[in-house]
């Protein structure tokens, strides 16, 4: 079982700065790939990135490359999603999730996470 805790949502002006936390408990998230998805009033849940155990191989939605940058310290049990450049367009709950699997390979269904955090809201404003 694994347990997820975001943090570090907030509001903030475009072209700002935020960095989520997502702290774990358990091993099997170290073990696995970890990702970041987000949900706005009305949409479905959409894929940011993810990330391998190693941390050696990262994906990333079109709309969010360049700008943001996912990371994981498995010592601290924490991934953490640095998000620059901000736009009203990004504004949403954000979630980490587990794939119970060590490598993520692009994979960015809902589905095929298994374990979800609470999320977070991020609100961007213009």
């Known amino acids: 079982q694994v347990q997820l805790v975001e943090s570090g949502g907030g509001l903030v002006q475009a072209g700002g700065s935020l960095r989520l936390s997502c702290a774990a408990s358990?091993?099997?998230?170290?073990?696995?790939?970890v990702g970041w998805f987000r949900q706005a009033p009305g949409k479905e849940r959409e894929f940011v990135t993810s990330?391998?155990?190693?941390?050696?191989?990262?994906s990333y939605a079109d709309s969010v490359k360049g700008r943001f940058t996912i990371s994981r310290d498995n010592a601290k049990n924490t991934i953490y999603l640095q998000m620059n450049g901000l736009k009203p367009e990004d504004t949403a709950v954000y979630y980490c999730?587990?794939?119970?699997?060590?490598?993520?390979?692009?994979?960015?269904?809902?589905?095929?996470?298994?374990?979800w955090g609470q999320g977070t809201q991020v609100t961007v404003s213009s």
């Open positions: 999730a587990v794939r119970l699997s060590p490598w993520c390979l692009g994979v960015s269904t809902v589905s095929e996470y298994n374990y």
């Open positions: 358990g091993r099997t998230f170290n073990d696995n790939c």
């Open positions: 990330i391998s155990r190693s941390g050696g191989s990262t």
